[in-house]
């Protein structure tokens, strides 16, 4: 039982390149989010997915887009790679009926 | 606009002594309230959570209080141990709202227990 695994831990990209953050759980989590941590502050909600098929925006979305085509799988895709999103991701996921997320040990991400 | 506020950014505890760790709330909808502990290099760890409609839930050496008419909560731990030195944040949605999912965080306390 692996968790919540995030692929790749770390990663260096220049602006305007695009990429995928991966993120899979093998619970059956119906629900999973993705939050972005930067030094001194919380994590911040980017997206989340109740459930296969269905997302929605968090606190700060810009820049970002999700899909949940599988239970399993939460990718994170930075559309065209800007400094600002130099920071560290998690991806989490939780049960129905319980509201304690389970985290992904995150990926490092720095935008040059 | 800081929903979840952690107001102290580090805490140093003795060892064997209680350490409270402190959050204060201003969406009057949150119903569901959680503590994560964090290494570094690591993901957040879930530790224990309360429910709006409790004001108190422990687990071992960890107590969260919650009080709803001041909007803040608090986790005690005792007795304090090395291992405990960790980033600390807490973590509020409201579930019953029918609304977002996923947490809003405070920024974290840095708990250092000194030997």
């Known amino acids: 039982n692996a968790g919540v695994t995030q692929t790749p831990k770390f990663q260096v990209l220049k602006t305007g390149q695009s990429m995928t953050l991966q993120c899979a759980q093998d619970m059956n989590h119906e629900y999973m989010s993705w939050y972005r941590q930067d030094p001194g502050m919380g994590l911040r909600l980017i997206h989340y997915s109740v459930g296969a098929g269905i997302t929605d925006q968090g606190e700060v979305p810009n820049g970002y887009n999700v899909s949940r085509s599988t239970t399993e799988d939460f990718p994170l895709r930075l559309l065209s790679a800007a400094p600002s999103q130099t920071s560290v991701y998690f991806c989490a996921s939780r049960p129905h009926g319980t509201y304690g997320y389970t985290f992904g040990s995150g990926t490092r991400l720095t935008v040059v | 606009d800081q929903q979840v506020k952690q107001n102290s950014p580090s805490l140093s505890v003795q060892e064997g002594r209680i350490s409270i760790l402190n959050c204060d709330y201003t969406n009057s909808m949150f119903d569901y309230f959680l503590w994560y502990k964090k290494y570094p290099a690591e993901g957040p760890t879930f530790l224990i959570s309360i429910s709006s409609i409790k004001d108190k839930n422990e687990d071992g050496r960890f107590t969260v209080f919650l009080n709803k008419s001041a909007k803040h909560l608090s986790l005690h731990i005792v007795p304090s141990q090395p291992g405990d030195s960790a980033v600390y944040f807490c973590?509020?949605?409201?579930?019953?709202?029918?609304?977002?999912?996923?947490?809003?965080f405070g920024k974290g306390t840095h708990l250092i227990i000194q030997p």
């Open positions: 973590a509020a949605n409201s579930y019953s709202g029918g609304g977002a999912d996923g947490l809003t």
